[in-house]
């Protein structure tokens, strides 16, 4: 059970945007540097990335286990294990956005969904949030993978996951969000 958050004054917190600039702007990222006033009176500047948005799908099948990907990512450098996840589209909902990556990704299409939350990945420099679904009653529709895109699709257990996270192999925030949400909906 939930109980409902009693709304705070935060305003002694805030911080108030005086001015700012674009210093990059890119196809998914755009980068803003702000001059802003904070609570003491002082000014100070911050740096931050703005972004779209995104969404995670937790694909469940039904002998229960995930479906993963396996995805280098340029900026480390390295394979990843992941929940399939995407940018949202300007426009577009998340649920539309979980549904199109979950086809486009895994060639799946799922008959009943759940939001989970959502999260906010890097909160001292990026916009960035994460609407997390799970999917279930999968079907295989076809996979359409965008161009430049390469990936591996693998099922593992709850358990499975839980080791590989052990073993410091799965360390990507948004799943291992999911992973922490799975598991809390597990010992309900």
Not at 85 to 106: M, S
Not at 112 to 135: C, K, N
Not at 172 to 187: C, G, I, N, P, Y
Request: hydrophobic share 40%.
């Amino acid at each position: 059970m939930t109980t409902a958050r009693k709304p705070r004054d935060d305003a002694h917190l805030a911080e108030t945007r005086i001015d700012g600039e674009a210093v990059f702007d890119g196809a998914l990222l755009h980068v803003r540097r702000d001059r802003v006033r904070l609570p003491d009176g002082n000014v100070a500047t911050r740096e931050y990335v703005v972004h779209p948005g995104a969404v995670l799908v937790v694909p469940v099948r039904d002998d229960g286990r995930y479906v993963m990907e396996r995805q280098f990512r340029y900026p480390l450098a390295r394979v990843f294990i992941e929940f399939p996840a995407g940018k949202i589209d300007p426009g577009e909902e998340p649920l539309a956005c979980a549904r199109r990556e979950l086809a486009e990704e895994t060639g799946h299409a799922a008959a009943r969904w759940q939001r989970l939350g959502v999260i906010h990945p890097v909160i001292s420099y990026s916009t960035e949030h994460i609407e997390l679904w799970r999917a279930d009653g999968l079907t295989e529709v076809g996979r359409h993978l965008d161009d430049g895109e390469f990936l591996e699709i693998a099922a593992m257990s709850h358990d499975e996951l839980l080791a590989a996270f052990d073993r410091g192999e799965i360390t990507d925030s948004k799943t291992v969000a999911a992973l922490f949400m799975l598991e809390r909906a597990r010992q309900r």
